[in-house]
Every structure is written in C-alpha cells, then in structure tokens.
C-alpha cells in the first residue's frame, strides 16, 4: 500500500534525513586509503549517537537475506555494488566505495547514498559516478504531481543506458516512511508515463546504480548480503529520500549548508 504523508510527517523525515547527511558526510570525510571499513561504521555510529537517533539498517531481516544485517551503513566497494558489509577490508588508494545510510528519528527514516573515489580516483570512475548523480538528479526532477512513476524510472534509466552501463532491475528506489522499504519498487528503468501516479505526500527513496561494464547482471555473494556485479566491473549509487510536494520534489536528505 502507498502512504501519503502530512506536510508535519514530511518534516519529521527531514529530521531524519539530515541525521543521514550527516552520517554521509562523516563518512566520507573518514574515508582514506588505510582505514578498514567497520571504521567507517563506528563512525557512523557516533553520529546516530550523537542525533539520538537508531539505524534501520541494524538487524534488518527481510525474506531475501539469511542473516540479519549487522551494520548501520552498507560500504560497497569496486564490484561490490550494494548492501556491503563493513569488516575489516582496509580502503585502498583508487577504490570506489558507495555508502548508503539510514537513521531512524521519531519513527521516521531517512535513507540516502553517495560514491566516491578514495585517494586518486581510478580510470573512468569519476564518468560513472557522475552518471549516477546525473540519474538522480533526472529521477528527482520528474518526481512531480501529475507524472508517473514510470516518468521516474525512464529518467533514470536514460542517463545510464545513454552512458552504456548496465541497470539491474532486481533492487531499485523504494517508499520511505515509518520503515524503510514501503511501497512503491521504483526500478531503474522503466517507460515513461506508466504506472503510479505521482501525488504530493509520496515520500520516495530514490537510488540509480550503475554497472561500468554495461552488462546488467549481477550476483549475491556468500555473505548473502553484497550485491556483487558479474562481470565485476565497477558499480556506483547514489541515493536521495524526497518528498513529491505541491512545489515539486523536494529533497530530504541533503548535505547541510555549511
Ligand atoms: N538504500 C538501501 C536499500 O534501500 C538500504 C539497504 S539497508 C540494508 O536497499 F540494511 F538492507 F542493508
Ligand atoms: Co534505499
């Protein structure tokens, strides 16, 4: 079922989405060639500490993993295309490392990503996650009343495939809400002008990811949580939780101005 929020409850997951932020830019700033991802994680941990706030990510159990996740981000690392688990990998110089985090404040979530090179960034990385970016902005600018949910999916998809990376269509965006994954699925392509129609109140976590490689297929690894692509080419994402509101899509995970 898809909720429609109140303009408070809207605000409520900007409370949470600027705890995610923040998280983000922690992270970030932490990351560097040496420092061993389960860092990352406690650094992560102390933001969500700091804000008062809990991790959606920690113990999630849906059907389709067969362990709980023991984190509170996901760090994908080069082929590691989503949901990677911090551990004791150290970052090198010229990995490409996504970050996905998410906060719970007041029963509410926020959920965002970002990718970026650590050190000097390897050849074409800087390409594909600029296309991821691209992809977001395009899948957040046609998060207005009146399109469809297609409309999203097509935008999204056009950056990627008009760059020749592959798109997987097994996870994509998703509703945000009181959970984390509510409905809508909002794959990464898709035809315009199809599907549901985008109303002020949806809340939607919006997230392209791409595979350098231009083949779309990936697979679970043996830790049943990372995402993995199969040809092992690079992956990049890029994640924004938005509100469709009567001015258009607003964004509410955005870094803070500093
Ligand atoms: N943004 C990711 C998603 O929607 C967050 C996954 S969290 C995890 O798939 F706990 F499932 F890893
Ligand atoms: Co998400």
């Not at 700033?29 to 959606?56: I, Q, Y």
């Not at 409309?151 to 509703?175: M, P």
């Not at 002020?200 to 049943?224: H, S, T």
């Amino acid at each position: 079922m898809v909720e429609i929020k109140t303009a408070r409850e809207i605000d409520a997951i900007g409370a949470a989405g600027r705890v995610v932020a923040d998280i983000l830019a922690a992270a970030r700033a932490a990351a560097a060639p040496g420092v061993t991802l389960k860092e990352l994680d406690g650094v992560a941990r102390d933001v969500l500490a700091r804000a008062g706030a809990t991790s959606p990510f920690l113990n999630y159990h849906p059907a389709f993993a067969p362990v709980p996740y023991p984190a509170v981000i996901c760090t994908s690392v080069n082929d590691a295309a989503l949901h990677g688990i911090p551990g004791d990998y150290r970052l090198r110089d010229g990995d490409l490392l996504s970050v996905d985090a998410g906060a719970t404040l007041d029963g509410w979530v926020g959920d965002a990503a970002v990718s970026f090179s650590v050190g000097t960034p390897a050849d074409g990385d800087p390409e594909l996650i600029s296309a991821t970016e691209a992809a977001l902005a395009a899948g957040i600018a046609a998060a207005r009343p009146g399109g469809r949910l297609g409309d999203i999916s097509a935008a999204i998809g056009q950056v990627g495939r008009s760059a020749g990376y592959g798109i997987s269509t097994d996870l994509g965006g998703h509703g945000v809400g009181r959970t984390m994954h509510e409905d809508p699925h909002i794959p990464n392509r898709g035809k315009a002008g199809r599907g549901l129609r985008l109303v002020p109140g949806l809340v939607l976590a919006i997230e392209p990811w791409f595979i350098a490689g231009g083949r779309d297929g990936i697979y679970l690894d043996e830790d049943g949580w990372t995402i993995r692509t199969a040809d092992a080419s690079r992956a990049a994402h890029a994640e924004h939780t938005i509100a469709v509101t009567g001015d258009g899509p607003v964004i509410l995970t955005a870094p803070r101005q500093r």
